[in-house]
């Protein structure tokens, strides 16, 4: 038998307050709320969102500024180009950008939850946004909610869900064209959804997911699905930075007029305005996303009764049990040394591998060396991949050879055209004269734009010097 | 050049040791599982 769904649920630290005893989705509507904290929030959602949609309209080095280029398997990540093989550097990327957000998570809690985080970007400060616009304040919408289906009710929930599925699309496309670029994104939309099947099926996919998200599945991700909120029991200790209850301060909770009660009046608004409908005054719990809503609503009570603001804030556990805070820790300098090395190490590799070429010799197929009457040759196959979007000119050099070494042939200095790789021979030849025994050699291949240098190694093989000065070869 | 990759290897070696050991208290330090009760009635 199905348990009856309640009209209200009193948070607890028993049950998670946004699931039903018979496991269905208990709606939320949190409360208004005005503040410092919400309004800093604001303006950051504003700045990344701004950032999320201008990435892929900013071109450095002839790419856009984030260009996961999956169909010719090329990945722009701010001017440097990366191809499949480089990617192993992405453990070093993903690692020291991992441990640095533990770092300030380790400092600062989920501030990264409740500030920076895509979800909650996109739930709180546009899908909340178009909600209460529509639809009104909290009561309003349990009101709404709670209404039987007229054609006013039907008239409003359908322009508020069509509403959520434009701006889902939206969001879908704009991910997309992280992956295709903007142009190829409008030739595709320009084009029927069966020309380029792959990208429709993904953005149809994708808008279906934000939309099911964004319009019913809410907190419901960051409390059940969310990896990075379930590791936060891990990463943080009672020096961390969370939004708690100054219970010492607060307790025992009475009426404003009560001298003899707390600070708290129990007004419930720190509860009103939660979106994951936790009361922050039973301690930090785990669904508990950073938003600092709370702190906002208990300020803005503490302010009208003229008490000290603060009840509710962002302190540790020590802080707020009146005991000395810490910042610097032995954690903090672990998780930093390992962000540090993983980025150290994605540095160098990208200085020095992720280059807009790749060039590689080789030597090629057949006799080590060729010896005429008066020269010693040995052939080699260059391999020069322009990883660029424009075409690059190449110079193919001797780099501090000994004297008499020189490539000889018209492939000296060549045209390759953007993203195209090609494979062409290379002759090094020495006078006999000149040769004294194998020798290394250092090839070196410039390319232009971009100021492209590699160097590569290679031995120099050829036949006794002795013998040859002995009895020189009869043509 | 060798250099480097040494200290690449290296590094790829702490880091990987580093992202086991906290995996591996995490799911030591995992909260207890509750086990979900059928015979809850309202």
């Known amino acids: 038998m199905p348990l009856p769904t309640p009209k209200s649920r009193k948070p607890n630290l028993d049950s998670v307050t946004t699931i039903n005893p018979d496991g269905s989705h208990f709606i939320l509507h949190p409360a208004d709320v005005h503040g410092r904290f919400t309004t800093w929030r604001r303006i950051v959602a504003i700045l990344l969102i701004v950032v999320y949609v201008a990435m892929p309209w900013i071109q450095i080095n002839g790419a856009p500024a984030i260009f996961l280029d999956?169909?010719?398997?090329?990945?722009?990540i701010f001017g440097l180009t990366l191809v499949p093989q480089d990617l192993w550097v992405m453990f070093f990327a993903i690692s020291g950008l991992g441990f640095l957000l533990f770092v300030v998570t380790a400092v600062l809690g989920r501030i990264w939850c409740g500030w920076a985080c895509p979800y909650t970007v996109f739930l709180e400060h546009v899908f909340r946004v178009v909600e209460r616009w529509l639809d009104g304040d909290a009561p309003a919408r349990r009101k709404l909610a709670a209404a039987p289906w007229s054609p006013r009710k039907i008239l409003k929930v359908s322009i508020r869900e069509g509403i959520y599925l434009i701006l889902a699309a939206l969001i879908a496309h704009v991910f997309l064209s992280y992956f295709v670029?903007?142009?190829?994104?409008?030739?595709?939309?320009?084009?029927?959804?069966?020309?380029?099947l792959t990208a429709f099926t993904s953005v149809f996919l994708l808008t279906a997911a934000l939309y099911f998200c964004f319009a019913h599945f809410r907190e419901q991700f960051c409390i059940l699905m969310c990896p990075y909120g379930r590791l936060q029991s891990a990463l943080t200790d009672d020096d961390t930075i969370i939004i708690g209850y100054d219970e010492a301060r607060g307790e025992p909770r009475g009426k404003a007029t009560d001298l003899t009660a707390g600070h708290c009046i129990d007004c419930m608004r720190c509860v009103n305005v939660c979106p994951t409908g936790i009361d922050i005054r039973n301690g930090l719990q785990l669904e508990c996303i950073g938003c600092s809503a709370c702190i906002d609503a208990c300020d803005e009570i503490m302010t009208k009764l003229d008490r000290p603001t603060g009840l509710v804030r962002y302190d540790s556990m020590r802080g707020l049990a009146g005991q000395k805070r810490r910042i610097l820790r032995p954690r903090l300098y672990a998780y930093f040394l390992l962000g540090l090395l993983g980025l150290t190490v994605l540095s160098l590799t990208a200085f020095f591998r992720a280059k807009p070429i790749t060039a590689e010799i080789s030597r090629m197929r057949g006799p080590s060396f060729f010896q005429d009457p008066a020269v010693i040759r040995n052939h080699y196959q260059l391999r020069v991949f322009n990883k660029r979007n424009q075409p690059m000119n190449f110079e193919i050099k001797l780099k501090d050879a000994p004297v008499g070494y020189e490539i000889t042939g018209s492939g000296q200095t060549f045209v390759l055209e953007a993203l195209k790789e090609i494979a062409r021979p290379v002759v090094v030849v020495v006078p006999l004269d000149a040769y004294t025994g194998p020798v290394m050699l250092e090839i070196e291949i410039h390319g232009q734009p971009g100021n492209a240098t590699v160097i590569q190694e290679t031995k120099f093989l050829g036949p006794n010097p002795n013998a040859i000065h002995r009895e020189p070869p009869t043509p | 050049?060798?250099?480097l990759w040494i200290f690449v290897s290296l590094a790829f070696i702490l880091l990987v040791t580093a992202w086991t050991c906290l995996i591996v208290i995490a799911v030591r330090n995992a909260p207890e599982t509750v086990p979900v009760s059928s015979s809850q009635k309202p």
Do not use: C, N, T, W
């Open chain 1, 181 to 196: 670029s903007i142009p190829r994104l409008y030739s595709f939309m320009q084009a029927g959804p069966f020309d380029h």
């Open chain 1, 70 to 76: 999956v169909e010719m398997r090329r990945f722009h």
């Open chain 2, 1 to 3: 050049m060798k250099r």
